[in-house]
């Protein structure tokens, strides 16, 4: 089975400010995808962007990007400009060849204004 | 409007007894999920289905069964056997294809509690 790992419980930025949230994941596969999810107090799940492994190219979606490093099977996700929206729980997922999906244990971020 | 829907959003079970949780999806998904999320967890997978008559068992199959009759349906049931229900449980639906977004729906989940 595959592990996502979030090593940050809980994380704060300054309104207007830039934070990174960590994801490592452990596989064998050469193909694959990656996402991050928001879920916010009201707990639907939101998505925020994806990956295809097999792209080198760095997501990015308006003021969220990804820095994605293959070999150290690194996801992290970078949000920019962070707003009083962005406050939420983020989820780093994998999904895999037999279409599964494993999610992170999360990360909390906390805005402040 | 298309979408995931889930019922009830609240559920109260007593101790000992059986409880059905309805997803339903007019997405033409072929794939769908149920996960259960702990408080201040991630989401565990508890079973899925790729197709109609067919699923598979999660990291977190034991106490609870499914069916999927119907592409549109799977309704998780969490028996007596499952020793500790409370949580929230989220439903979610993708096409099967790979290469097609491979974006995962959720519906807007249930809460149960055992009293």
């Known amino acids: 089975a595959q592990t996502v790992t979030q090593s940050q419980p809980e994380m704060s930025v300054q309104e207007a400010e830039t934070v990174t949230l960590s994801c490592t994941y452990d596989t064998s596969e050469s193909d694959y995808y990656l996402f991050w999810y928001k879920q916010p107090p009201s707990r639907q799940m939101i998505l925020v962007i994806r990956?295809?492994?097999?792209?080198?190219q760095n997501a990015t979606e308006n003021r969220f990007s990804v820095n994605f490093q293959k070999a150290a099977k690194s996801f992290s996700l970078k949000i920019s400009d962070s707003q009083l929206g962005d406050a939420a729980m983020y989820f780093c997922a994998y999904l895999d060849n037999f279409n599964k999906f494993y999610f992170g244990s999360g990360t909390k971020l906390n805005v402040k204004p | 409007d298309g979408g995931i829907t889930q019922s009830p959003k609240y559920l109260f079970r007593k101790e000992g007894q059986n409880v059905t949780l309805s997803c339903e999806q007019n997405?033409?998904?072929?794939?769908m999920y149920w996960y259960r999320q702990d408080p201040g967890q991630g989401l565990r997978l508890i079973y899925y289905s790729q197709i109609v008559n067919d699923f598979q068992k999660g990291d977190i199959a034991e106490g609870y069964s499914v069916s999927r009759e119907k592409k549109e349906s799977f309704p998780l049931t969490v028996t007596s056997a499952q020793k500790n229900p409370t949580a929230f449980y989220l439903c979610?639906?993708?096409?099967?294809?790979?290469?097609?977004?491979?974006?995962?729906?959720f519906g807007e989940g249930s809460w149960l509690t055992v009293v």
């Open positions: 990956q295809e492994a097999y792209k080198q």
């Open positions: 997405l033409n998904h072929d794939a």
């Open positions: 979610a639906s993708r096409i099967r294809e790979r290469g097609s977004g491979n974006t995962i729906y």
